[in-house]
């Protein structure tokens, strides 16, 4: 593995900590000792940077989730290694910061390791999706976010428009993009239109306050996960900065962060807007999310794209709409269901690893009555 080090700062502390607590298992780059990367596991690190945020650029924030997630305990049964790299400190220029970002996370990423960027402004998830540019691999995005932060590509990235600026990246390697928790009321007409011209996939703040398992096909469908903090409502992070009256409770975020974690596919967190100063509650559900993102990793099915499918129970819909049949898959380990969309010649396909789509029992039994499931034809408009 190469060299990563010269790109953090390392964190100073000098805490005791109880037996099971995290502070005794992070391997922590502290006072100038770079953790040694050996197995596979994930690495968190803070990347400060808000200058594309123009309401907070000239900030400060103590964000301090290190100090509560230290303190928590580990899980029942993690075996997996989690590193704390430290900090990377802003560039000169911004371009400088997403570099360092993308250097690091393709580094990782190539040698198994999840990294988890806990993070300034949301603009950041660019910077993770330059990593897999260099892995040249086909990949999906998905946000966590109250709005599409669509923006313009002929603008400059904000905060709250960096989405143009992936989908319209040349070359382009984004299969698709999901966002999980939108608000009608930030949402344009014309937006909405486009993301459905795109075959793009949203699942509103409504749907999911129904039932949180609903985000859990997205999650499993994942490559990349971008999490804004402002989708949670404000009154559960007890902070100024934060003003959104509707939002995801914290409960449901950690349990989407949990779904997260236990898909086999997602190989990049990011945690973003995190904005703070000495706020307890801010900082806690920081670090409440990574711990659930670690207790999703640790409870790992080794299901697709990992398993094979010689392992699945496979189930046929002839769909008379179609003149032909659609499969579902069933994994025999979990219990979780897949859709596979032909596509042809796709045995040595770029797209063989997208034509497995994470789906429901209920999508299963929406296709028994005879109705072709939205999953499929969106995916199938995108293969074709």
Known sequence: MKDISIYFQSISTEDKFEKEMLGNFIQANKNGEFPEIKKKGIALFYVPEYRNDK??????????????????????NWNHNLYDL??????KEIADTFHAISTVCQELIKND????????????????????????????????DNRLDLGSAEETITHEGWLSHVVLHKPCYLFNYANIGAQSHYIANNTLDLFNELYFDICRLGEISQSTQLAEPYMRNTD??????TSIRASD??????????????????????????????????????????HLATDEMVA???????????NRKGDFPVGSKKTYTKFRVYLEELNEEIVFYKSNKSGRWWIEVPYPGSRNSKFMRHQMIPCSYDTYEEAMKGEVPDLWWKTYQKLV
């Not at 430290?86 to 560039?91: C, K, L, R, W």
């Open 55 to 76: 309401n907070n650029s000239d900030q400060e924030f103590i964000n301090d989730f290190r100090s509560q997630l230290y303190k928590l305990h580990q899980g029942f």
């Open 86 to 91: 430290g900090t990377i400190i802003p560039g």
């Open 113 to 144: 390791i999840i990294p988890v960027v806990i993070g300034g402004s949301q603009d950041l998830t660019k910077a993770i999706y330059n990593a897999y540019e260099k892995l040249e691999q086909l990949v999906n995005l998905t946000a966590i």
């Open 224 to 229: 990349i996960l971008s999490m804004d903090l």
């Open 237 to 278: 992070l007890q902070n100024n900065y934060y003003s959104a009256p509707n939002g995801l409770f914290a409960n449901e975020a950690c349990q989407i962060l949990r779904y997260a974690g236990i898909s086999d596919k997602l190989s990049s967190l990011g945690i973003f807007n995190y904005y703070s100063k000495n």
């Open 288 to 298: 409440q999310l990574i711990w659930y993102f670690n207790e999703g990793y640790a």
